[in-house]
């Protein structure tokens, strides 16, 4: 991962995580997410739909619409792609990591999944980070995914005791972090490899 905010963000997960497969939403404690809360997001997803039911300040600084519409965001077949890949997160219970950019903007956007009332596939914790800070937003320009890497399985084996280190004082997050490995389901590797073959070209 690039930015510190996501690196950060899925050590926050781990540490929430414990040794269950997944945090639930009702462990999202402000205090213990306060490195993260103005970039953070949590999406619902619905049969139809995916919704954001909670959205950081600095998020909605770059992302005015992703509150109303988080697809709206990006442009049209990005935007069905971002619900897909936030579906995927969710069913499958890995996380992701996307680069989305819109002229100088680039963004660094961390999914990772969440139970809600611990039914599994409801929801996803979201980071959202600026590999270039320095950029102007667009009027209202949509952004375009330009890479989409999942994490890798053994993401899931990492110790649970690892809060608030860097990356560089714990190799094996680093590996497992930067591991092209992609741990879907095969009933959803041929569309995954389908949607990602463009991103990755």
């Not at 963000?9 to 781990?14: E, K, Q, S, Y």
């Not at 040794?19 to 213990?32: G, I, S």
Request: charged residues 25%; hydrophobic residues 40%; contains cysteine.
């Amino acid at each position: 991962m690039k930015t510190y905010l996501c690196r950060h963000g899925l050590l926050l997960w781990l540490e929430l995580r414990g040794r269950r497969a997944q945090p639930d939403h009702e462990d999202l404690d402000p205090y213990r997410l306060a490195p993260v809360l103005a970039s953070r997001f949590v999406l619902d997803l619905g049969p139809t739909d995916v919704k954001s039911v909670e959205t950081g300040t600095r998020v909605l600084a770059r992302l005015p619409s992703f509150a109303r519409s988080p697809r709206s965001a990006f442009t049209g077949l990005d935007g069905r792609a971002f619900e897909e890949f936030t579906r995927i997160v969710a069913d499958e219970g890995h996380g992701a990591v996307l680069i989305a950019e819109a002229g100088e903007v680039s963004l660094e956007i961390l999914l990772m999944p969440l139970t809600f009332h611990r039914f599994t596939g409801r929801r996803v914790l979201g980071v959202v980070a600026d590999c270039n800070p320095y950029a102007q937003p667009g009027e209202s320009e949509p952004l375009r995914i330009v890479s989409c890497r999942f994490l890798a399985k053994e993401l899931q084996e990492i110790s649970p005791q690892i809060s608030y280190l860097s990356d560089a004082q714990n190799p094996k997050l680093t590996a497992c972090a930067h591991s092209q490995t992609n741990p879907l389901s095969t009933g959803r590797q041929k569309l995954t490899s389908k949607m990602t073959t463009r991103f990755l070209q």
